[in-house]
């Protein structure tokens, strides 16, 4: 007989769909998600040749058994410049689950600063982490190094920590990084913070002085030091390339610009055939960080993580992508050209990264690696794995969200299927770029201002 008390069938648990010939057909523009259907892109699922799916027990195509239910955590995180990429992937998974989040916000401008703000379970705070001393102090906040006039916000950085037992914190490039960084410290520890998460980078001229460093690493790499000297319990995160960054707009170094055939070109100076950490931060980085969160300090203390699930060549990102799009994408190996106006700090920071990955060097074994440390390059992905088994990599992006961010941005590439070329299975040989200039940013009016259904600039560099 059945039993008179059959196991309950959880009802709020989101599943993603396997694949199906239904989501196969191509699509006309009259059936896009602006005019109330869908495009082929929103179908879901992981290709047979996706290394994701033979290296995670928890991917789309496997079975997920019911857990236990648990008690909802009795903590508060803190957490700064809450809509960039890391942070906010965080706030979904923690208020999900039962945590409470104190979050800084810059702005409340954008579609993720309004996901925040809206968060029941979020206490926001609006306002800069720096204060300028002159109210008619005009000047671009985030060129590297000290910045007479330029001070640190304390009083919203100690209003932040309030009541929170754990942090999350990110750091950007908006003031002094040092000076913000180590005054976040100092508050984090007088409010007694249990466990204190930051996302750090390398100075890769401490690991080789025939390296030049990248000013907004170092800054990061700066701070971490500072967090370890005062005696924080800390754990630092180093993440990967995101996956999101590419974007067919004009935006420098992961600009996948697209072609009158159809396909797709980015043009970067990574050699083509060393490996690079990658990472989806919107979907991984929030269940990684709440994983460390539940171990704890007694696991994780004075640790550093390489964040990536995947470390593939750029020719290896490139056939990924190709396999998620249905398109052909093809490598460059060139400079870094720059043709909207970006920050001050940001340009700072690619001026050295091509210096650091240097199209003088013909030899992949000897690019310097992403991390600084070698041994922590070859951790990837085993470090991210073992926090968060259920990553979403560059194939399944490309597939799945790529084309709706362009989308949001105004791109209709998505609904020219007729004109799509064939696969021919492989990518295009590298091309090497020599003698290519900067874009001169005086000839543009406005830079890239990220402020429509998307995101902020500032996501891009958080």
């Known amino acids: 007989m059945p039993s008179t008390n059959p196991i309950p069938i959880r009802t709020d648990l989101a599943f993603r769909p396997a694949p199906s010939e239904i989501g196969n057909a191509a699509f006309s523009p009259k059936s896009s998600a602006t005019h109330g259907t869908r495009h082929k892109h929103t179908r879901s699922s992981y290709s047979e040749s996706s290394p994701l799916t033979a290296v995670s027990r928890n ?28 942070a906010a992937s965080l706030i979904r998974i923690a208020t999900a689950v039962g945590y409470k989040v104190r979050a800084q916000l810059r702005n409340l401008e954008g579609v993720i600063a309004t996901e925040v703000a809206t968060n029941p379970n979020v206490t926001v705070f609006v306002g800069e982490l720096y204060l300028r001393n002159k109210k008619d102090d005009k000047r671009d906040v ?67 002085r025939e390296w030049p460093s990248l000013p907004l690493w170092a800054a990061k790499h700066e701070v971490e030091n500072y967090v370890r000297k005062i005696g924080l319990p800390a754990t630092f995160v180093y993440t990967g390339i995101y ?15 697209l072609q009158q055939d159809g396909s797709f070109v980015w043009q970067a100076p990574f050699h083509p055939n060393a490996k690079l950490p990658w990472l989806d931060a919107e979907h991984d980085v929030g269940p990684a960080i709440i994983q460390l969160f539940k171990d704890g300090p007694s696991k994780w203390n004075g640790k550093r993580i390489a964040l990536a699930y995947e470390y593939l060549t750029p020719l290896e990102a490139c056939r990924a992508f190709e396999q998620g799009l249905g398109r052909r994408v093809r490598y460059k190996r060139g400079h870094i050209e720059v043709k909207v106006k970006i920050p001050t700090g940001y340009r700072e920071q690619l001026e050295a990264l091509e210096k650091l990955w240097s199209l ?21 992905p085993n470090d991210a794995l073992a926090l968060w088994e259920g990553p979403r990599g560059l194939e399944e992006y490309a597939r799945e969200i790529f084309p709706l961010e362009e989308e949001a941005n105004g791109m209709t590439w998505m609904f020219d299927d007729e004109g799509e070329p064939e696969l021919e299975g492989t990518v295009e040989g590298v091309e090497d ?22 995101r902020d600039e500032e996501s891009w560099l958080a």
Request: proline letters at 7%; charged letters at 20%; hydrophobic letters at 35%.
């Open 142 to 208: 985030t060129a590297h190094g000290p910045l007479p006039g330029i001070t640190v916000n304390h009083a919203l950085i100690s209003q932040l920590f309030n009541s929170a037992q754990l942090a999350f914190i990110n750091t950007t490039f908006y003031g002094d990084e040092i000076q913000i960084g180590e005054a976040i410290a100092d508050a984090a520890k007088r409010a007694g913070v249990q466990h204190y998460v930051y996302s750090s980078m390398p100075d890769h001229a401490a690991y080789n």
């Open 243 to 257: 996956n999101n960054n590419f974007t067919s707009l004009l935006y420098p170094l992961f600009c996948m610009e």
């Open 59 to 86: 991917n789309s195509l496997s079975f997920r058994p019911l857990k236990r239910s648990t008690p909802s955590p009795d903590k508060t995180i803190a957490v700064i410049n809450a809509s960039g990429r890391q």
């Open 360 to 380: 003088d060097n013909n030899d992949p074994e000897k690019q310097p690696p992403y991390f600084g440390d070698l041994e922590l390059d070859r951790r990837c």
């Open 433 to 454: 770029v020599e003698g290519s200039e900067d874009g001169d940013d005086d000839s543009f009016d406005e830079g890239l201002v990220m402020r429509g259904l998307k």
